[in-house]
């Protein structure tokens, strides 16, 4: 997919929602295209619940959400753009949509269930065994069971001019058609006139209708009823609480306590969120369906690229991927979203540019590490967290903890689908069969493989036979159990049932994986948290220069239009917080030694000795880490600050699942962890000032290291993508914390002071950006001065060559040179590096690969640059701490 598509030059990821909309969008483009931006990367834009701020809970994607705009403002916006030579990136979400009233189409379906165009539209096990299940969807939104409910009066029949509804809470939804004979048994026999009504809605409810169709068809109904006496029917119904349990026993769905949903379910849900519904993407009715506004909006020419939203939960990606490339064509610039895990990297085969960039991340967060420095504080963690100590232990103790307590349903329906397609037969106990399923996909070690027709690959089945001996280890007396599964893949033994069933498995290793290991793992082994990050892992995952060389070398030469991203929606810290925490590997010893100083200071303020401490050492550790990513660029600790912390807090505690759950929350333990922090910046306690001392030892270097992990995401192989704000320091926390509004106001003064000052001559431009640093103008400048330089040579980063180059045999910097034809430029800038600590000054000598230019020019000193004997200057990063030279 390298020929004739759409390539953006660099990318802006915006979070739409009411807080931020197209018209917030429009007052920004100027600045975004004097920043260099030449794409607008949008999250989800259409239709989707009432008030939500990320937009993957879609409810309708034929239109755009109105909290967000207007179809006519977003060709306004498109005009706008294509007047600057910019254009647009939209996120989809062909996985799931949102299981909420908004849902026009899933409403049809719970009201004229089989009827419904839409019936198998959703990923639901209408045959499922339960006979409460059976033919009804599952509605796990209740506070406690369905009877309490019932008896509290906490649902209840509404009726209104457009129909029947069940509401609880705040959703309500549609009453389903075998309800209606309820309603004409409850009636008296001499009420002929509603007798008639009811019949004449039950023969169009039963009837084969669009959904249009039918609704045109209702409204005339209810137009011509008998308000006041429907009324009191409905009323007779809520004051019988017999009939009204009776009415619900006729819904094509059924209420449930949400806690339910752990243990049985019959749909399948993103992850283990009740709230979103799973489509079955695969048919393509379906697939056709749920693409036409948005390939009406690519042919309008309103958008100009694709990023697939979890690709990996569809049945069958690899044929996902094809029918949108044939729907949407060569030219379309497509990527999506893939965690990367290890030496994984994205399948070849897929008509795709590539991913979203995590794989990108993880490199640069180990490169931009000391290894030996960081082995060093991994090991003293170890040391005291010895329970701890085996990662690869934990992780798979914490997917069979997901496995046990959240995906119980989904368990016990993938047995049964193994039942159902023959995979195994009758003889095979089912509680065999579970355990070894769960081992097999508690020990696979990638998210998931992409099974669609034998034979698999040589790396699928690689993969398949490493959970295999993990599972074989855990568990030996499962043996004949899991030897009967592995002939699903073997060459032999294949038989046609094993392609779906490898299929279906897959699609819960992915949410099995992400829950597991990035959502509970990565909260609970703390040794350097930078690294506990999508595409990184907190061990196991090095990539040092030599090795990051090799894998940009390969990202041009297979993906050069994959996104080089730093910062997304889903990263667990800011980006110049992650490598603040990554510069701690430089004085491994002090660090260590300053922690086990701040227990002891703090040690009053976590028990009294007799009970177990709260929070617990582990917490604690996790605290300090997280103040010091966070701590605010300026050392000012302000209200704002603490708020943000302790909601973090308790998000890290609850997603940990050792202290606390988001289903049972700990409120002690929690509130002890808050009262922690709050001591720790009470006004006569030493911890802040010691916490700021500490920051200023490391903040000036871990700057440095930021300008350098800027550089690079913008000028090695792959297209550049810049996180909403993130021009400036990004110090954020997980979400929602790193979705907060941006302040384009002060972004955009920013700017306007860094080309005033360029205006003025490079020595007091140099001079102003370090006075400044703080406030992130250095980061500022390199975005834009990069962006730019990268803007108005576009071949040369989309096509250029990536050519390595060396510092002698020192490897505190990172340096390499991109070219296409006769056009070149090298980038040079400083890594972590403990063995070169105290040596900064030292002199550069590196040579250039064999014809490189003898004249260049420095974008952020200005400067012209000579080689001699085609070497370097020494002093390159004398005067700014990273270099950009472009060939004259």
Known sequence: MKNDVFTPVSTYRLQFNGEFTFKHLEAQIDYLHDLGITTIYASPIFEATPGSVHGYDVTNPHAINPAIGTIEQLHSIQRQLQAKGMSWIQDIVPNHMALHPANSRLMDV????????????????????????????????????????????EIVLLFSPEGWQVKHGGLAFPLSAPAYEVLLNALPQDDTATQEWLQAMQRGIEKPHTIKEWQEQKAALFARADEKRLQELTDQVNNDKALLGGL??????????????????????????????????????????????????????????????????????????????????????????????????????????????YEFLGDVSQL????????????????????????????????????????????????????????????????????????????????????????????????????????????????????????????????????????????FTGPLTAKG?????????????????????????????????????????????????????????????????????????????????????????????????????????????????????????????????????????????VHSTWAAPNEEYEQACLQFIDNLFAADHPFADSMAAYFEKINEQAQVYSLTQTLIKITAPGIPDIYQGCELWDL????????????????????????????????????????????????????????????????LFAKGEYLPVYNHNDHSVIAYARREQDKWCLVVAPLIAAAHAGREGEPLTMRLPDGAPVKWQHVFTQEAVTLHNGQLPADMLEKFPVAFLLSE
């Open 110 to 153: 719970m009201e004229r269930g089989p009827v419904s165009p839409f019936y198998n539209y959703f990923d639901i096990d209408w045959a499922h065994p339960d006979a409460a299940l059976t033919g009804r969807l599952m509605l796990p939104f209740l506070g406690q069971p369905l009877q309490a409910c019932l008896e509290a009066g």
């Open 732 to 795: 954020s926390f997980v979400d929602p914390d790193n979705r907060r509004p941006v302040n384009y106001a002060q972004r955009g003064q920013w700017l306007a002071r860094l080309q005033q000052q360029e205006k003025a001559g490079a020595a007091q431009l140099l001079a102003y950006l370090h006075q400044h640093r703080t406030a992130g103008a250095e980061k500022l400048y390199v975005t834009w001065k990069a962006l730019q330089a990268r803007r108005a040579n576009a071949a």
């Open 517 to 657: 290991v990035e959502d509970t793992a990565f909260y609970v082994y703390n040794a350097l948290i930078s690294h506990n990050e999508v595409g990184d892992a907190p061990e196991g995952s090095k990539c040092s220069l030599i090795r990051f060389h090799e894998h940009a070398g390969n990202r041009q030469r297979y993906h050069p239009l994959s996104l080089n991203a730093t910062a997304t929606h889903d990263t667990k810290r800011g980006e110049d917080g992650r490598i603040r925490l990554n510069t701690l590997t430089l004085c491994p010893n002090q660090w260590i030694q300053q922690v086990q100083h701040w227990h002891q200071v703090n040690k009053p303020f976590t028990g009294d000795g007799k009970t177990p401490a709260m929070p617990d050492m582990n917490d604690e550790y996790f605290i300090y880490q997280s103040i010091l990513s966070g701590f605010p660029a300026d050392g000012v600790i302000t209200a704002d600050f603490r708020e943000r912390l302790s909601a973090y807090i308790i998000k890290v505690l609850r997603e940990a699942k």
């Open 248 to 357: 619900l026993d006729h819904q094509y769905y059924v209420f449930t306590f949400w806690q339910d949903a752990d243990r049985r379910i019959n749909y399948r849900r993103f992850f283990t969120i009740n709230g979103l519904i799973c489509l079955r993407m695969e048919d393509d009715a379906v697939f056709d369906e749920y693409h036409t506004f948005l390939h009406e909006l690519y042919r309008e020419g309103l958008i100009q690229g694709l990023r697939i939203d979890h690709i990996d939960g569809l049945q069958n990606p690899a044929g996902y991927v094809r029918r949108l490339r044939e729907l949407f064509g060569a030219r379309c610039y497509i990527v999506a979203e893939k965690i990367l895990a290890g030496n994984e990297t994205m399948p070849r085969e897929w008509p795709l540019q590539g991913s979203t960039g």
């Open 368 to 507: 931009l590490t000391d290894q030996q420095g960081f082995e060093k504080i991994a090991r003293h963690y170890r040391s005291q967290f010895p329970e701890l100590a085996k990662y690869d232990k934990l992780v798979a103790a914490k997917k069979k903890l997901i496995l046990e307590t959240q995906l119980q349903g989904e368990w016990d329906n993938l047995v049964r689908y193994c039942y159902d397609l023959g995979v195994a037969g009758k003889h095979v106990k089912e509680q065999d069969l579970k355990a070894a399923l769960g081992l097999l996909m508690i020990h696979l070690p990638v998210y998931r493989i992409y099974p669609e027709q034998w034979p698999l690959s040589t790396r699928s089945i690689s993969l398949l036979e490493y959970a295999m001996d993990g599972a074989l280890r855990s568990n030996p007396d499962l043996t004949d159990t899991l030897e009967l599964i592995r002939s699903c893949w073997q060459l032999e033994k294949k038989s046609a049932q094993g392609i779906p069933f490898l299929q279906r498995m897959m699609q």
